[in-house]
């Protein structure tokens, strides 16, 4: 069983940067790969940038692309989405997920955290 807590988000304004965090339990935290997920208003769920057990490997949603960075710290057990360029379309909750397998997806994750919002003003 994994648990994860997001933290980190908030309200920035339209150019603006935000890095969020996602905190997992557990001893074998390398062979998990992560995600962040993102659900605005009305909307769905939508994949955002998954990374590898590794760390080696990334993969990212073509709407954030260039403009989002996963990164994580295996010794601490922490994943981090740091976003710059922010635009009023990127507010949603962010959901951090943990999948039983050290190769980035797009899907089939099996464990959420809380989610954290954010909002960005224009």
């Known amino acids: 069983q994994v648990q994860l807590v997001e933290s980190g988000g908030g309200l920035v304004q339209a150019g603006g940067s935000l890095r969020v965090s996602c905190a997992a339990s557990?001893?074998?935290?390398?062979?998990?790969?992560m995600g962040w997920f993102r659900q605005a208003p009305g909307k769905e769920r939508e994949f955002v940038a998954a990374?590898?057990?590794?760390?080696?490997?990334?993969t990212y949603a073509a709407s954030v692309k260039g403009r989002f960075a996963m990164s994580r710290d295996n010794a601490k057990n922490t994943v981090y989405l740091q976003m710059s360029s922010l635009k009023p379309e990127d507010t949603a909750v962010y959901y951090c997920a943990a999948q039983s397998s050290p190769v980035a997806s797009i899907d089939k994750y099996d464990y959420w955290g809380q989610g954290t919002q954010v909002t960005v003003s224009s």
């Open positions: 557990g001893r074998t935290f390398s062979g998990y790969s």
């Open positions: 990374i590898s057990g590794s760390g080696l490997s990334e």
